[in-house]
Structure formats: C-alpha cells, structure tokens
C-alpha cells in the first residue's frame, strides 16, 4: 500500500509540473471513529484504539470557484488487542496474544467550493463520494492464526477547511467527516472524522 501511494505522489508531482492547474495535497491526519459502537464486541482483557494517524492524497483541478478532483487515503481506523485460548491450524489450542484491525482505503470523487477569503485566509468546502474499500485483518504474534478479508462500500465525505500562509510556505488545515454504508465488524454504518494538515511552499 505504501508503495502505490508513494507511485500516486510522483505521478502526483508530474501531473501537477504538466498542468499548473492541478494540485496535488498530500495529508497527514488525525482519524476518530465515531461509530459503530463497539461495545458489543469488546470481549474482557481487550484494548481497543479507534484513533490513529492516516494519510490521504488529493488531486484537484482548480476551476475557479469551484473545483474538481480525487481523494485516495488510507485511514487505520480500529484496532484491537488482547488474549485467548485459540486453536491454529491443526488444531492445537494454546493462549495466544493476538491484534485484528480495520484499515479503510476511500477512492472517492470530490468537488471543492473555494469560499471568499477573509484577509489571508482562504476558506473552502469539500464534498465527495465514492468507494471504501475495508480491510479486515486478524492475526497472532506467533504467526499460527490469521485471517484477512476486504470488501468494497459506499460512502460519502463532507468537509470544511482553508488554506493561510506562514512565511514562504502554506498551511491548509480541514476537518473531515466521512460516511460509509456499512462495516465488516459489526454490519453496521461507519463514520468518523479526520482532521487533516499539508503544507506546501508558495
């Protein structure tokens, strides 16, 4: 995953270098799941993290007051610890420590509302929809029980944020709130909110 992301900024940077219309904003992000509850899965002993850092990448074709583009990310989103008497393979039971998570991938279709700017900050909306493809993963630290799965949902994005200089270089903060139809934990809708930051210089 890493790798096809690093391939999307470099063919990012040479778009952008082609076609001075076209930006490229690489985010770093703050994720916070808001639901499903998972209460009804937390087994006892369990630690379960539903923040961590993402990263999303979004192109943008600017059209003056409003603009067009795409928004690949990779958001770990759930995260989940603990131990259990659990049989491997050939069916030896034994305590095991384990960790499953849910990691989201969205490929979605966003537009961009740029608003009037307000002194030196320049404030826009953001909407979006497309594809969440969910990675569920499972597996113990000794290696003798996995399980991977992926599915493909719908889902939309809305968001606000702006842009504002500091020195030679500018800073573009949002906040983000995503919707998916449903989860591969609980068959329930997914939502959370990722708070975003790039820079880039002017």
């Known amino acids: 995953m890493k790798k096809v992301f690093s391939l999307a900024v470099f063919l990012g940077i040479i778009i952008q270098n082609a076609c001075g219309a076209i930006i490229v904003k690489p985010q770093l992000g703050l994720g916070i799941l808001l639901s ?7 087994l006892p002993g369990e630690t379960v993290t539903t923040i961590g850092a993402n990263f999303n990448l979004q192109f943008i074709l600017k059209v003056d007051v409003l603009s067009y583009g795409l928004e690949l990310g990779y958001f770990n989103l759930i995260n989940i610890t603990g131990s259990a008497i ?7 039971l034994g305590l095991r420590s384990y960790k499953e998570g849910v990691t989201v991938v969205p490929v979605l279709v966003i537009i961009q509302n740029n608003l009037k700017k307000i002194r030196n900050f320049s404030p826009y909306l953001q909407g979006g929809a497309g594809t969440f493809i969910d990675y569920y993963d499972f597996k113990t630290d000794d290696g003798k029980v996995s399980e991977s799965t992926s599915k493909s949902y719908s889902g939309a ?44 210089f002017k």
Not at 36 to 42: C, G
Not at 86 to 92: E, V
Request: negative net charge; hydrophobic residues 40%; without cysteine.
């Open 157 to 200: 994005l809305l968001g606000a944020g702006g842009t504002i200089p500091i020195g030679t270089r500018i800073l573009d903060v949002a906040l983000k709130y995503y919707y998916i139809e449903s989860s591969d934990l609980l068959d329930k809708p997914t939502t959370f909110i990722n708070i975003a930051f790039s820079m880039k």
């Open 36 to 42: 499903p509850d998972l209460s009804p899965i937390k």
């Open 86 to 92: 659990l049989a491997d393979n050939a069916g030896n």
